[in-house]
């Protein structure tokens, strides 16, 4: 058989799963800030930044 | 301040997971460009170099599977120090670096299964042994897919931090077998002709070329660990947050 096809092959499987874990890395990154978002657009604050407010003010 | 304890002060920040979102923000760009480039130009080289006088053009699959078993046991190793972290330091980026890490790893541990697997077809012409590498490579795959599961098995990372990082300790020991397993074992797995104490004994023109895909691709799995990282630290804060939601929702219910 052709050996260029198993190289071929070989390079396009690694490619097609290095960018699929790129691209569901970025999705995961996005959807939780996305979250982050809508939660502190609720008036959610995590302690630490209330905190942070707070000595800011004094 | 003494020496000492700027350098305690230090590391200190390093561990704040705010101070760590920070300087991943600056990094990540520049490390991910680096990576692509790199990785670029170790495989046009690869490319661009001779055959192998027995293995033809087959041999340009090293490129890119011999780079992926090596991050598959790097990665575990990132995983190991990451598990002492947890257990020994309790550093709070320790377990969001293991569980970050674990997908990333199997999906490198995969790769250099399914190339070795093309590979093996056209040189060896089978597609699979069960023999002592392509074995405990897959029991790395397995351990990694367990991993995984262990890491989002509970709500509370806190409890499940400390049963994935013992685990993943105990895994360890599949590494010195991976390493070995070509020396102990009769296998159609090459024994190792980079790694060897008596120096590398793959020609210049090839191993030029896989180092710098090799290194390549270790910085995009370090881009892709730092990117996950991210993420789990953003999911572990949308917790706490909803938890606290849920608190005031309780508290102004009962007034």
């Not at chain 2, 990333?104 to 042994?129: D, E, H």
Request: a positive charge.
């Amino acid at each position: 058989m052709n050996h260029a096809l198993f190289v071929t092959a070989a390079y396009v499987v690694s490619a097609l799963a290095l960018l699929g874990l790129g691209a569901w890395i970025l999705l995961d990154q996005r959807a939780r800030q996305k979250e982050m978002a809508d939660l502190e657009a609720a008036g959610v604050k995590r302690r630490s930044e209330r905190k942070a407010r707070r000595d800011a003010a004094s | 301040m003494s020496d000492a304890a700027t350098q305690t002060t230090r590391l200190a920040d390093l561990a704040n997971p705010t101070r760590f979102l920070d300087l991943s923000g600056k990094v990540l760009p520049w490390l991910g460009a680096i990576a692509l480039i790199v990785t670029a130009i170790g495989l046009a080289m690869g490319f661009a170099a001779p055959e192998d006088y027995q293995q033809g053009s087959t041999v340009r699959i090293m490129y890119i599977h011999v780079p992926f078993a090596w991050i598959s046991m790097m990665c575990y190793m990132v995983m190991a120090v990451a598990a002492l972290g947890t257990l020994v330091w309790k550093h709070p980026l320790a377990d969001v670096s293991l569980k970050a890490a674990a997908p990333i790893g199997a999906v490198f541990t995969a790769l250099a299964l399914a190339t070795g697997s093309i590979w093996g077809r056209p040189m060896w012409g089978t597609w699979w042994v069960w023999d002592g590498r392509l074995t405990s490579v897959f029991v790395l795959f397995l351990m990694y897919l367990g991993l995984i599961a262990l890491t989002r098995a509970l709500d509370d990372p806190a409890r499940s931090a400390r049963a994935a990082a013992i685990v993943t300790l105990v895994g360890v020991i599949n590494i010195p077998i991976i390493k070995f397993s070509v020396e102990w074992w009769n296998t159609l797995h090459q024994p190792a002709s980079v790694m060897r104490l008596d120096g590398p004994t793959i020609h210049s023109s090839l191993l030029w070329p896989l180092l710098i895909s090799a290194l390549g691709f270790s910085l995009l799995f370090f881009t892709f660990h730092i990117m996950a990282m991210r993420a789990e630290i953003w999911r572990r804060r949308v917790s706490v947050m909803r938890r606290m939601m849920a608190k005031r929702a309780d508290r102004d219910a009962a007034t």
